[in-house]
Structures are given as C-alpha cells and as structure tokens.
C-alpha cells in the first residue's frame, strides 16, 4: 500500500523532520516490484531506506521513499564455513549477535553498527580492522528500472574503503533484496585495532583465546563509550569517512603533529578524521541546535532535532576549517539527500 506525505523524521537516527511525497513498506520482492512499478508509472524519483543511519535528508523528498522491510535469516555448513543467508531488511547487529552467540567468528569486530543488512555491501561497512569485504560471498539485488533481479559477485562489487560498485557505476540502479557471507571455521580473531586491544588487555587475561561472544562485546563496550545512542542523541554515526593520504602528506604531519593518529595502508596512510577535528577544536561545540559529540568528535548530533541543513552547514564548516588547517579532504559518509 502507497502512503502519502508520510512523515520520515522517525526513519532516519538523525531525527531530521521530512517527509515523503509517497512512501512504501515492502516486505517481499514482490511487494518491491509493485512499488517500483508505481513509481516508474508516474516518473517518481525512488529512495530505498533501511534502517535511516546513513543519510541526511536536506529537505522533503519529491518522489516514493521505499522502506526495506524484508526478513530471513539461514545459516548453513559448507565446506569448512558456516554460510550465513541474511534478507536485506534484516538488522546488521541482530546479524552479527546471532552468529557469535553461535560461536561463529567473523563478524564480531563489526557489533553495533547501526542500519540493516541491504546497505552493508553499499558502504562496505567496516570497524576495528575487520571489513564486510573479509566475509563477503554475494547478494543478490532488483534493478530499480527494470525490476530484475540480478546476483552480484564480490569482484562485480568492487568493494574498497567505504566503497562499492553502488557508490559508483552502479549508482542508484539497484536495491539489495539478499546478502551471503562466508564464517570460516578456522576463524582467527582480529584484536589489533588500538581501541579494541586496550580494552581487552584492561578488562580480559589471555586475549588470544577469547571467543566471537566475548570479542562482540568488548566491541559494544568500546562503541558505547564513544558514540551516542541515536535513541538518546540523533545522530548518523562516524559523519566523516577517515581520509587516505599519501606518504609525503603523512609525513608534513607528522612533522608538525607527532602525536598525530595515522594507520598505514600499504604505501598510504589513513588518518583518524577524529583526531583531525578533535584538535581543530570542534569535539563538544554546539550552536542552532546541532554540534559535535562531546566523547567522539567523529560524531555530528541533533539534539533539537532540526532541519538537515543545518547538520549539513555544519559539516561544511567542519570541512573547510580541517582543510585550511591540515590541508586534508574530509568526505562525509552519510548521503544527503534530496
């Protein structure tokens, strides 16, 4: 059934008030074809939301919002791995507990991070040295023009940092409908990652023998005392993707900063977006009803629930200060939208 001018602020962890000229609640594919035919009929401009925590809306959205709603959820023995079957409206963090409370590893680094299984494989989730990509098998998406259905191999995604094939040539052409991963049974745990390897060496003896439930948790544990809960503060998460820079960038930085966060990758160094704007000074700043998280200056809040725009004058200022200031690109992760 097509709703109109239905109100979005409760559907996106910002809590940006917008609405939606028509709105759809699909839980089946064939559900889904019937709403992309509705809005291919009239011309619509299509928006597939999940769990609302990676997008911005700017203002209200002109033409049929899709709601992802689909569940299901399989796990299976093959060869050595247990494959993990997930529908795309299924809850990532659900995902994640159900597999390690089952003493599967693979996913335990990647606890807490909010939205739905469908937009996993679009941003190429990832945290605490562990990304989607690591246990990625394939999923399987409806082309929004034409309503087929279509598989997609982990080289037709081109997963990179943060990235994909759906962030890119493939664009808004496709919903995922269904994702499949692959838990090995010789899991290693990944504990490497700064954050997660103090917690665990300050709250857990013999850390190389911890199993995927307790490594979850330790992640929780981390992620809470950083980030907010967007039920309490709206908020979209890590705003700022952690820029990729050159050695020669690196080193100018690390020159004039030695304090300065940075991770190697390969011949380039990611650095901590956090650390960048935290030493601009804008970790704790508020004004117009929006600001910087006080604990984690990755994190944009909308305490007085206001207009995106707003969040989104924000991140430009924040943008422009850290590239006056270090000479670094900093690039949202959130999309805004309309």
Same mark, same amino acid.
């Not at 394939?138 to 082309?143: C, E, G, I, N, R």
């Given at each position: 059934? $097509?709703?109109?001018?239905?109100?979005?602020?409760?559907?996106?962890?910002? *809590?940006?008030?917008?609405?939606?000229?028509?709105?759809?609640?699909?839980?089946? &594919?064939?559900?889904?074809?019937? *709403?992309?035919?509705?809005?291919?009929?009239?011309?619509?401009?299509?928006?597939?939301?999940?769990?609302?925590?990676?997008?911005?809306?700017?203002?209200?959205?002109?033409?049929?919002?899709?709601?992802? #709603?689909?569940?299901?959820?399989?796990?299976?023995?093959?060869?050595?791995?247990?494959?993990?079957?997930? +529908?795309?409206?299924?809850?990532?963090?659900?995902?994640?507990?159900?597999?390690?409370?089952?003493?599967?590893?693979?996913?335990?680094?990647?606890?807490?991070?909010?939205?739905?299984?469908?937009?996993?494989?679009?941003?190429?989730?990832? +945290?605490?040295?562990?990304?989607?990509? #690591?246990?990625? @098998? !394939?999923?399987?998406?409806?082309?929004?023009?034409?309503?087929? &259905?279509?598989?997609?191999? *982990?080289?037709? @995604?081109? /997963?990179?940092?943060?990235?994909?094939?759906?962030?890119?040539?493939?664009?808004?052409?496709?919903? $995922?409908?269904?994702?499949?991963?692959?838990?090995?049974?010789?899991?290693?745990?990944?504990?490497?990652?700064?954050?997660?390897?103090?917690?665990?060496?300050?709250?857990?003896?013999?850390?190389?023998?911890?199993?995927?439930?307790? =490594?979850?948790?330790?992640?929780?544990?981390?992620?809470?005392?950083?980030?907010?809960?967007?039920?309490?503060?709206?908020?979209?998460?890590? /705003?700022?993707?952690?820029?990729?820079?050159?050695?020669? =960038?690196?080193?100018?930085?690390?020159? +004039?900063?030695?304090?300065?966060?940075?991770?190697?990758?390969?011949?380039?160094?990611?650095?901590?977006?956090?650390?960048?704007?935290?030493?601009?000074?804008?970790?704790?700043?508020?004004? #117009?009803?929006?600001?910087?998280?006080?604990?984690? *200056?990755?994190?944009?809040?909308?305490?007085?629930? @206001?207009?995106? !725009?707003?969040?989104?004058?924000? +991140?430009?200022? $924040?943008?422009?200060? $850290?590239?006056?200031? /270090?000479?670094?690109?900093?690039?949202?992760?959130?999309?805004?939208?309309?």
């Amino acid at each position: 059934m $097509i709703e109109s001018n239905a109100d979005l602020q409760p559907l996106n962890t910002l *809590a940006v008030a917008a609405r939606a000229a028509h709105f759809a609640r699909v839980e089946n &594919l064939e559900q889904l074809r019937e *709403a992309l035919q509705f809005a291919r009929d009239r011309k619509l401009p299509i928006l597939p939301l999940g769990g609302g925590s990676n997008i911005v809306f700017t203002g209200d959205y002109p033409g049929l919002v899709i709601h992802l #709603d689909m569940r299901g959820l399989e796990l299976q023995k093959i060869d050595g791995a247990t494959q993990v079957t997930a +529908a795309g409206g299924e809850n990532w963090h659900r995902l994640v507990m159900h597999t390690v409370e089952r003493d599967l590893g693979g996913l335990e680094n990647l606890a807490l991070i909010p939205g739905r299984i469908g937009a996993a494989p679009i941003q190429n989730i990832g +945290a605490y040295g562990v990304e989607l990509r #690591d246990t990625f @098998c !394939d999923l399987q998406a409806v082309h929004i023009p034409t309503g087929e &259905l279509h598989e997609f191999s *982990a080289d037709d @995604c081109r /997963f990179g940092y943060r990235d994909s094939v759906f962030k890119g040539p493939a664009r808004d052409q496709y919903i $995922i409908t269904r994702v499949r991963l692959r838990l090995p049974d010789d899991w290693r745990a990944r504990l490497e990652y700064p954050a997660l390897k103090q917690y665990l060496d300050e709250h857990h003896e013999g850390a190389g023998e911890l199993t995927p439930v307790e =490594i979850a948790r330790a992640v929780i544990a981390v992620r809470n005392s950083k980030l907010p809960n967007p039920q309490e503060i709206p908020n979209a998460g890590s /705003f700022f993707k952690n820029p990729v820079v050159d050695a020669e =960038i690196y080193e100018r930085l690390k020159r +004039a900063h030695p304090d300065l966060v940075a991770f190697a990758v390969g011949e380039r160094w990611k650095l901590a977006a956090g650390w960048l704007i935290d030493r601009a000074g804008w970790r704790g700043r508020r004004r #117009d009803g929006v600001g910087v998280h006080d604990r984690q *200056a990755l994190v944009l809040v909308n305490p007085g629930r @206001c207009a995106g !725009d707003r969040v989104t004058g924000l +991140a430009r200022e $924040i943008t422009e200060d $850290i590239r006056n200031k /270090f000479g670094v690109e900093l690039e949202p992760e959130p999309r805004y939208y309309p």
